[in-house]
């Protein structure tokens, strides 16, 4: 490539008026953009702020409803949701994740008849589910085992399915679970049930929050590390995507989002799915605090790095600040 010299290369040109560097501009941040994690709670007519997300709150079934349609207006076309199992039912087995009628279930069918437009994304994993707070079933040793977990997650996605989830998205990171679901969804006739993979999920400091709104923090026994993957490893997270795309993944994600934009970009260089990225709840309540410090502007902040996403390759982002974003952007 042959570039001019100074002056008759000037860049700072085409930066002087706004027309200009929106008709320069390489990305566009839009609504459509983004897919919005809403966290679920029994109870009826209920809000319940989540302190270490301030901002976000879980919502009862019956105000679900109301957000998915918010959801719509904004011109957000999906949204990811995530149950707090009461304590009760969290047991060894995990087995409420296979209740038909659970609360993940129940609320599914609920957006689905509220806002039908808006796309349904459910987590498959059973940290929700489990009395430890593990991804899958533990054996004496808090090992997880992987197979075996597996065939559960196989279950757990053919219950969203049939309550009416239009993407499944492993975030447990079984080995082989993805080719297992695509087969059972497959056996069962969910043909056009997407599978979107966290692919490469890294075993991060920055799910804190997260846990604290699925309830699963407190019962944590030990770390994720033996599944989730070191933070200090770039190559590895090609071969996770590259198998899950083999086994019939339809997007892949990379998680958590702005510490791993180097993964975003080297995935969006090698592969051609459609490359999501979770910015997590540990990253936006780090916008939060220094919004709230005064150390800087959350509007501006938001959409800086969200656009930092969409310049790395990502064809979406999971983010907590969906519906602010979305009104930013003037839907
Ligand atoms: C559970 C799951 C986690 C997140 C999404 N699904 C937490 C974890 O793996 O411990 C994190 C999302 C966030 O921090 O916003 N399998």
Same mark, same amino acid.
């Given at each position: 490539?042959?570039?001019?010299?100074?002056?008759?290369?000037?860049?700072?040109?085409?930066?002087?008026?706004?027309?200009?560097?929106?008709?320069?501009?390489?990305?566009?941040?839009?609504?459509?953009?983004?897919?919005?994690?809403?966290?679920?709670?029994?109870?009826?007519?209920?809000?319940?702020?989540?302190?270490?997300?301030?901002?976000?709150?879980?919502?009862?079934?019956?105000?679900?409803?109301?957000?998915?349609?918010?959801?719509?207006?904004? #011109?957000?076309?999906?949204?990811?949701?995530?149950?707090?199992?009461?304590?009760?039912?969290?047991?060894?087995?995990?087995?409420?994740? %296979?209740?038909?009628?659970?609360?993940?279930?129940?609320?599914?069918?609920?957006?689905?008849?509220?806002?039908?437009?808006?796309?349904?994304?459910?987590?498959?994993?059973?940290?929700?589910?489990?009395?430890?707070?593990?991804?899958?079933?533990?054996?004496?040793?808090?090992?997880?085992?992987?197979?075996?977990?597996?065939?559960?997650?196989?279950?757990?996605?053919?219950?969203?399915?049939?309550?009416?989830?239009?993407? *499944?998205?492993?975030?447990?990171?079984?080995?082989?679970?993805? #080719?297992?679901?695509?087969?059972?969804?497959?056996?069962?006739?969910?043909?056009?049930?997407?599978?979107?993979?966290?692919?490469?999920?890294?075993?991060?400091?920055?799910?804190?929050?997260?846990?604290?709104?699925?309830?699963?923090?407190?019962?944590?026994?030990?770390?994720?590390?033996?599944?989730?993957?070191?933070?200090?490893?770039?190559?590895?997270? %090609?071969?996770?995507?590259?198998?899950?795309?083999?086994?019939?993944?339809?997007?892949?994600? *990379?998680?958590?989002?702005?510490?791993?934009?180097?993964?975003?970009?080297?995935?969006?260089?090698?592969?051609?799915?459609?490359?999501?990225?979770?910015?997590?709840?540990?990253?936006?309540?780090?916008?939060?605090?220094?919004?709230?410090?005064?150390? #800087?502007?959350?509007?501006? %902040?938001?959409?800086?790095?969200?656009?930092?996403?969409?310049?790395?390759?990502?064809? #979406?982002?999971?983010?907590?600040?969906?519906?602010?974003?979305?009104?930013? %952007?003037?839907?």
């Amino acid at each position: 490539m042959t570039s001019a010299a100074f002056p008759a290369a000037r860049l700072r040109r085409t930066r002087v008026s706004a027309w200009s560097r929106a008709l320069v501009r390489e990305t566009q941040l839009a609504p459509t953009d983004l897919i919005w994690p809403l966290f679920v709670a029994e109870g009826q007519d209920q809000e319940e702020p989540i302190g270490t997300l301030p901002g976000v709150s879980r919502w009862s079934v019956d105000r679900l409803a109301a957000r998915a349609r918010e959801a719509r207006d904004l #011109g957000i076309p999906c949204i990811a949701l995530f149950p707090n199992t009461p304590r009760a039912l969290r047991t060894e087995d995990a087995r409420e994740a %296979l209740n038909p009628d659970n609360l993940i279930c129940r609320a599914v069918k609920a957006v689905k008849d509220a806002a039908p437009e808006v796309g349904v994304l459910t987590d498959v994993a059973l940290d929700p589910y489990t009395a430890h707070g593990h991804d899958g079933i533990v054996d004496a040793r808090n090992y997880v085992l992987n197979d075996e977990t597996s065939r559960l997650l196989v279950q757990q996605a053919l219950v969203q399915a049939a309550a009416g989830a239009d993407i *499944v998205a492993p975030s447990d990171m079984m080995d082989g679970r993805v #080719g297992a679901i695509r087969q059972g969804l497959e056996a069962a006739g969910h043909v056009n049930v997407q599978i979107m993979a966290y692919a490469a999920k890294y075993a991060s400091a920055f799910y804190g929050p997260f846990r604290d709104a699925v309830g699963s923090g407190g019962l944590l026994k030990g770390d994720k590390k033996s599944y989730q993957m070191d933070p200090a490893n770039g190559r590895e997270a %090609l071969r996770e995507v590259a198998l899950d795309i083999a086994e019939g993944a339809d997007h892949v994600m *990379v998680k958590p989002g702005l510490p791993y934009l180097d993964i975003v970009a080297r995935v969006r260089d090698r592969f051609d799915v459609p490359v999501f990225a979770y910015q997590v709840s540990g990253e936006y309540a780090m916008i939060e605090a220094a919004a709230a410090a005064g150390a #800087g502007d959350r509007d501006a %902040l938001v959409l800086e790095t969200l656009t930092a996403f969409k310049r790395a390759g990502c064809a #979406g982002i999971l983010t907590y600040h969906a519906p602010l974003a979305a009104r930013l %952007l003037g839907a």
